[in-house]
């Protein structure tokens, strides 16, 4: 099946099966906005606990805030949003359509990218056991000429970028002959800056209202609290402060369902260090940020990093963490090494003196900043596309299922009485008073025991537990497993102690160390 179909049908999917509807449904929809259902409210607060507690629980350097949305708008002025938060955008004047430039050269790379691997996977094809790739890529002229082209396309792009320079992002979208998706025409106009930030109006109007932005990221509520949080919490450098909250973007194309959303989620963590200690640093959650993702098992083959050659206005380094979706590798996560220029910045605008004493240097000084910076939705998205699966079974039968890490899963597990008499859905509903304490867990008494179990496979839900005739006589139950759909008989007893080890998140914690 084509990897546009199948994101297709995961949409589809998220929406049949409660996880994400699109946001004032009723009234046609608002682009780029979702919300989550009665699953995937779950599913977002499993993935939000797994980070909250590595890193606060792992890390006894690293402590929580929640900080408000609204902030002062002079923060926005220092930190560089107002002046610099732009994408530069362009307008196809037959089809009224807007584009990011960037994103247009990006995906002419990609379609280079594509058509490399397309040559490769046929030479693959044809050589067999013996093929050696990269002597292929180095050698064969059809490829070094894709891969040349590429690659001079790369950097004319890296360079107009990082000069700033929008005539020349126009040029090459000319040059390279790109056309409208829609139009299909080169009938481009100018590249234009445009800021991302929303505004809003704090106050009323008689009192003289003041313009406020809703925040474009969380990092700055954590800046703007450095002191607090140093001060109250006697914290030594080198030490973190996580935060999950809202951000908001202006985004200019709203595509891909929730992978670019104008009202999403971000789990961010600040990690203060040592001038010159930051690349060593950025090396360590480089690596352990890729840790947390692997820990999952979707696949150690999905990810990939990919280093910034545009660094953001206050970076120094930048890598991303990619996961590959349905539509391509794509970014899930940042990691930035900020410099001092936030708290630098707060210092200069805010007139407060930012500093940090450091006893065993017996100096002062501006930390200088590692982020980690992951979106909730973008993760949520990553986990939805890996684990949805359409099966075919042995008899011709069918189940779409969802491979959710048994930790994250919104259901952990149901308990199915196989008739609706005899007193079976009394001794389920006993098992459910048991189990709900530790585990969300669904009864479900409609139905076919069949048509039950494909409901909590498609929901991703690790065990579904039968309840039958036996189990009235000698207390034990049916345990089927979702992936592998295997039944054991085993005693409801032992359920709890079975259940748990497969589903805590302390299970994915402890991978971690
Ligand atoms: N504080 C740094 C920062 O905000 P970013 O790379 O712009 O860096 C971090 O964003 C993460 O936030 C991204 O890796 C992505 O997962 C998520 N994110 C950014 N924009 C988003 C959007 N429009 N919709 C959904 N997630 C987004």
Not at 89 to 118: G, H, P, T
Not at 153 to 171: G, I, P, T, V, W
Not at 205 to 213: I, L, P, R, W, Y
Not at 224 to 232: G, M
């Amino acid at each position: 099946m084509a990897q546009d179909d199948v994101f297709k049908k995961i949409v589809a999917h998220a929406k049949e099966y409660g996880f994400v509807f699109q946001s004032s449904e009723i009234y046609d929809g608002l682009a780029a906005v979702y919300d989550y259902g009665q699953n995937g409210v779950e599913l977002k607060n499993n993935i939000k606990r797994y980070w909250w507690e590595s890193m606060t629980l792992l890390h006894e350097n690293i402590v929580g805030i929640d900080s408000a949305i609204f902030m002062h708008p002079t923060i926005w002025k220092a930190s560089g949003h107002v002046d610099a938060f732009n994408d530069p955008l362009i307008d196809n004047r037959d089809s009224k359509k807007r584009y990011r430039a960037d994103v247009l050269i990006e995906e002419q790379l990609a379609k280079f990218d594509e058509k490399i691997e397309k040559e490769v996977a046929k030479a693959r094809k044809r050589f067999g056991e013996s093929f050696d790739e990269e002597l292929y890529k180095k050698t064969n002229p059809r490829v070094t000429e894709l891969v040349a082209k590429r690659d001079a396309l790369h950097d004319r792009f890296s360079k107009a970028l990082n000069d700033n320079n929008l005539d020349e992002l126009r040029q090459i979208i000319l040059d390279e002959e790109i056309v409208c998706p829609i139009s299909g025409t080169r009938n481009w106009t100018e590249v234009r800056q445009f800021n991302l930030m929303f505004k809003t109006e704090m106050g009323s109007t008689a009192d003289g209202a003041m313009t406020v932005f809703l925040r474009p990221e969380t990092a700055q509520g954590i800046f703007v609290n450095y002191l607090n949080v140093q001060k109250t919490g006697r914290m030594r450098i080198p030490f973190g402060i996580a935060q999950i909250g809202k951000a908001f973007r202006n985004e200019i194309v709203a595509r891909q369902f929730i992978f670019r959303m104008r009202e999403f989620e971000q789990m961010e963590m600040q990690f203060f260090v040592r001038p010159g200690s930051e690349m060593e640093w950025f090396r360590y959650w480089k690596e352990w940020r890729l840790r947390w993702h692997k820990a999952l098992g979707m696949g150690d083959e999905k990810y990939r990093y990919h280093d910034h050659d545009k660094l953001a206005h206050y970076a120094n380094a930048a890598t991303d963490i990619e996961f590959e979706m349905p539509f391509g590798f794509k970014e899930v996560e940042g990691i930035h090494s900020r410099t001092n220029f936030d708290l630098s910045q707060h210092e200069k605008f805010s007139g407060k003196k930012i500093q940090y004493f450091d006893p065993e240097l017996n100096e002062s000084y501006t930390p200088y900043v590692i982020e980690t910076s992951i979106g909730v939705d973008r993760m949520f998205l990553s986990v939805l596309c890996s684990s949805y699966e359409e099966q075919e079974l042995e008899g011709g039968d069918k189940r779409v299922v969802l491979h959710l890490p048994a930790p994250l899963a919104p259901v952990k597990c149901a308990v199915l009485p196989l008739v609706k008499k005899d007193g079976l859905p009394e001794a389920a509903r006993e098992i459910v008073n048991d189990l709900k304490f530790d585990f969300t867990t669904h009864y479900e008494e409609k139905d076919t025991i069949g048509k039950r179990y494909r409901r909590q496979d498609a929901i991703g839900t690790p065990f579904c537990i039968t309840v039958d005739h036996q189990t009235l006589e000698d207390g034990t139950v049916t345990l089927r497993e979702r992936d592998s759909m295997e039944q054991t008989r085993v005693a409801a007893s032992e359920l709890h102690r079975i259940i748990s080890q497969k589903v805590s998140i302390n299970s994915l914690l402890r991978k971690l160390g």
